[in-house]
């Protein structure tokens, strides 16, 4: 029965698409053209996975049912197709979602903006005794419980961590000879994440704890090019910053009532 159970998964995930309807259309707005598509459908679960299996289901995505956006494309451009916008994403409102936005005029220049988000979730059903109070600093119940007591603990929210990246980028062609490039991303981290911890020498307690993530990466390039017949030059600079907001993780021993 549980075989049958994780098919029907599956196979709900490889049919979720194919009930979205695709839409594609053109249209003119005086001297602008509008064309795209959109993608989007219902998307429905006959089974709900057990906690056990909920973890691997939506381990690197956020499959919810009701209506969902499975692509959307809008490009609005003059009819020399000189200048043009652009708008597309998908999945909006989910935890796995993607925005995009550019504009700019053909051959000379482009800039844009895009967003997008990947859950990682490692444990749905994992079991915690010890509280958090303040991030990173885990605490046990008073009076201590003896250590048997951790495998029948409660069961904390969803342990996951959520990756959020910004880009935006622009790019300049004055002469057909001269490339210019900047562009700037960050990467944004927050969650939790399982942790070992260890209690002295080995053959002493080995304690199991949840790492809290609050991380941001910045990164800023810069790139010139100058290509001539004959030779190319070419000058690139790379700027990297990574701040981390938590850098203590503190937890007792549970043997010696910490």
């Known amino acids: ?18 009930v979205a309807a695709p839409a594609w259309a053109q249209t003119r707005l005086g001297g602008w053209v509008l064309e795209g598509g959109l993608e989007a459908g219902l998307r429905f679960l006959p089974d709900e996975p057990s906690k056990n299996e909920q973890a691997k289901f939506q381990e690197y995505r956020d499959i919810q049912e009701g209506l969902f956006l499975e692509s959307l494309r809008l490009r609005l451009r003059t009819d020399d197709e000189k200048h043009f ?19 700019g005029r053909l051959g000379l220049w482009e800039g844009g903006f895009e967003w997008n988000q990947i859950p990682h979730t490692f444990s749905t059903n994992a079991r915690f005794m010890a509280g958090e109070n303040p991030p990173g600093f885990f605490v046990l119940p008073t009076p201590r ?5 951790h495998n029948s603990a409660g069961e904390p929210d969803d342990i996951s961590l959520l990756r959020k990246d910004a880009r935006f980028f622009f790019r300049l062609t004055p002469t057909p000879w001269l490339d210019l490039t ?13 942790f070992g911890m260890a209690f002295g020498s080995p053959g002493n307690n080995f304690y199991e ?27 690139f600079y790379w700027f990297s910053a990574f ?3 938590l850098d203590v993780g503190w937890a007792g021993n549970p043997s010696l009532g910490l």
């Open 1 to 18: 029965m549980r075989a049958i159970g994780r098919t029907g998964l599956i196979l709900v995930v490889l049919v979720a698409p194919l």
């Open 85 to 103: 916008i652009e708008l597309g994403g998908r999945a909006w409102g989910l935890k796995d979602q993607e925005y995009l936005l550019g504009v």
């Open 145 to 149: 419980t003896p250590l048997n007591a």
């Open 182 to 194: 900047a562009e700037y991303t960050k990467i944004r981290k927050d969650g939790e994440r399982p």
């Open 209 to 235: 704890i949840l790492e809290p993530v609050e991380q941001t990466t910045h990164d800023f390039r810069v790139k010139a090019v100058i290509a001539r017949e004959t030779w190319q030059l070419q000058f």
């Open 243 to 245: 701040p981390n907001d």
